[in-house]
């Protein structure tokens, strides 16, 4: 099975604009993003729309795909660049990871554990989730939580607590269930990945401004693979600052 990692990387993020071409210790973060998404595969690519960003992936020697300035979402990205990558360099691949830009410490061993997901055969979308440790982080909105059926697939993502715990204190959830929250890294067969982009935004996704939602609403399934590795996204400028 062939793999691939894709990393959507756009520069005009509200909170954080030209976040891809920050400097984390004299390298970009886009650099290392890629850096680290290389020692887990061979084929490595970033897509964006911006040639500033183009500009400094090629300065390092990556691939770097150019795609259109007006999608709306980071999956949208990953399907253009899978066509434009079989039309330009005549690759093709079973299986995309599509890399956060933003976690320039991403965990090799994560993007193993998704590609893993894959051995399945059935196994059509896979993300990975970890368990929540604090009470601060199930009731946290910006934190997307989800719950799973007995074959570690998705049932549901919510920035809601869920499931809701019916008569117990909420300073006490965290010690009545193994809550679990979503991190932002998806495999997607390619053929898959190529049908996702022509469904309609749904009302789930809609409501809870999670994308996946839609996938689940049309009846794709969604493997969970349960990870111990920590996620270090960069949001803000602070959140920069602290990581280093």
Not at 60 to 85: P, W, Y
Not at 181 to 202: A, C, D, F, V
Request: glycine letters at 6%; a neutral charge; charged letters at 30%.
């Amino acid at each position: 099975m062939k793999f691939a990692a894709i990393i959507p990387a756009r520069y005009g993020s509200t909170r954080f604009p030209g976040k891809p071409l920050a400097k984390i210790k004299g390298k970009s973060m886009i650099e290392r993003v890629y850096n680290q998404a290389l020692k887990a595969l061979h084929h490595v690519y970033v897509a964006t729309d911006d040639e500033r960003i183009e500009k400094e992936v090629k300065r390092f020697g990556g691939n770097c795909i150019m795609t259109s300035s007006t999608h709306k979402s980071g999956t949208d990205r990953l399907a253009e660049a899978v066509q434009l990558i079989e039309e330009n360099f005549k690759e093709h691949y079973d299986v995309i990871i599509n890399v956060q830009g933003d976690e320039p410490f991403i965990y090799p061993e994560q993007i193993k554990e998704l590609c893993g997901c894959f051995d399945e055969a059935k196994t059509e979308i896979a993300t990975l989730a970890k368990f929540i440790t604090s009470n601060s982080e199930i009731f946290n909105p910006n934190l997307p939580k989800l719950i799973t059926n007995y074959n570690d697939e998705a049932i549901y993502f919510s920035r809601s607590p869920i499931p809701y715990i019916r008569g117990e204190e909420e300073s006490k959830w965290i010690k009545k269930h193994s809550f679990k929250k979503h991190l932002g890294m998806y495999g997607y067969r390619t053929e898959i990945l190529k049908t996702l982009t022509n469904l309609p935004p749904s009302s789930l996704e809609q409501t809870e401004s999670l994308e996946q939602n839609r996938w689940l609403e049309n009846g794709y399934t969604i493997k969970i693979r349960m990870t111990e590795y920590k996620n270090h996204p960069v949001d803000t400028p602070g959140d920069l600052k602290n990581l280093e």
